[in-house]
């Protein structure tokens, strides 16, 4: 190296003479564009890795007139699975080249979602994901001409919205269909909140589960999502006893059915069997070790980006993307005594 000698910094066609690729396939890689074999992206990412090549964002937005930012809109973020959400979108956005703005809404209303969005405008982001998961938001949307691409979390989408989800209802069928198949014919559920498109989902699952295999759905109870709503419902299932299984909407509420279960002197899983959602890390350690639905954040987050990354190449796609769920089997579910 000369002294005083400027150091010239890896480019883009550096990286695709070393990958033996063009450089719009480069590009593609860069930005996560799905349309790309793993062989070809497993060398891109090896030449990208061996010559320290970092994107120069700075000068991509004034060819692209872009802002490289991605809008966040979410809301209950104390919540695991909104969280999480939100976690993994920012991951997916990051590894694409973009920042994130973030807005946390402290309620939820037709005019906070609307003030958010216009925050956003105003900041020219490139596009908006909305972790709102609750039945009012596309409605909402649906009032203000945005005029950039809008994902939402949880609801189909449409032709304005696009969509990205996971399966609940099928989450829940796996639960139920996991515990018919132990031999158990009363089986109740412990909902999430009603206006929360997710736990109608699993409400939905659970329903129309039961009624096809000719059983009842006749005990639901609805919580908050919290271990302490969780704990005064398992207290009211321990007192009756109408039930050998339980499926809780969100593995918080089910610890708290735990230990109401636990006090009332009724074993797990060997009286009441309990599966739990989401598949939180403490789950594993709950006692007994919690039986979930498993839901992949990193993997939503991911469909979220690739839905966006398509919107702006303004490509066609599908308007509802959906990751599918994973039932984990642990110890606190066992056939019926």
């Known amino acids: 190296m000369t002294p005083g000698k400027p150091v010239r910094l890896p480019r883009l066609e550096d990286v695709a003479e070393l990958a033996g690729v063009s450089h719009q396939t480069v590009s593609r890689v860069v930005n996560s564009h799905p349309n790309v074999s793993a062989g070809t992206r497993e060398k891109v ?3 990208i890795a061996r010559l320290g090549y970092r994107r120069n964002t700075a000068a991509r937005s004034l060819v692209t ?7 966040v809109l979410g809301s209950e973020l104390s919540q695991y699975g909104p969280a999480n959400t939100m976690l993994g979108v920012e991951r997916a956005a990051r590894d694409a080249g973009y920042f994130v703005s973030v807005a946390a809404l402290r309620e939820v209303s037709r005019d906070t979602i609307l003030d958010a969005v216009r925050h956003f405008l105003d900041q020219s982001v490139d596009g908006i994901v909305v972790i709102v998961p609750h039945l009012q938001t596309l409605a909402a949307l649906a009032e203000l001409p945005i005029g950039v691409p809008v994902v939402a979390v949880g609801p189909e989408g449409n032709d304005a919205v696009g969509g990205v989800r996971v399966d609940q209802r099928r989450g829940a069928e796996l639960a139920v269909w996991h515990l018919i198949g132990q031999g158990h014919v009363r089986i109740g559920h412990v909902a999430g909140p009603q206006d929360w498109i997710d736990a109608v989902a699993r409400a939905d699952g659970w329903r129309s589960t039961l009624a096809s295999a000719g059983l009842d759905a006749d005990l639901m109870i609805e919580g908050d999502w919290s ?5 005064e419902i398992g207290r009211r299932i321990a007192a009756t006893r109408r039930a050998t299984a339980i499926f809780v909407g969100n593995d918080q509420m089910a610890l708290g059915v735990l230990r109401a279960l636990t006090e009332a002197g009724i074993r797990v899983p060997q009286d009441v ?3 739990g959602f989401d598949d939180q890390p403490e789950a594993g350690y709950f006692s007994p070790p919690l039986t979930v639905i498993r839901q992949d954040f990193e993997e939503l987050g991911r469909r979220c980006m690739q839905m966006m990354l398509t919107a702006f190449d ?3 796609g599908p308007r509802t993307l959906v990751v599918q769920p994973e039932l984990v089997l642990r110890s606190s579910t066992a056939p019926p005594a």
């Not at 007139?65 to 809008?71: A, E, L």
């Open 45 to 47: 990412e090896a030449a």
């Open 65 to 71: 007139r872009r802002s490289q930012t991605i809008g």
């Open 227 to 231: 271990a302490g709503s969780g704990y």
């Open 273 to 275: 069997s309990v599966v």
């Open 314 to 316: 303004g490509a066609g």
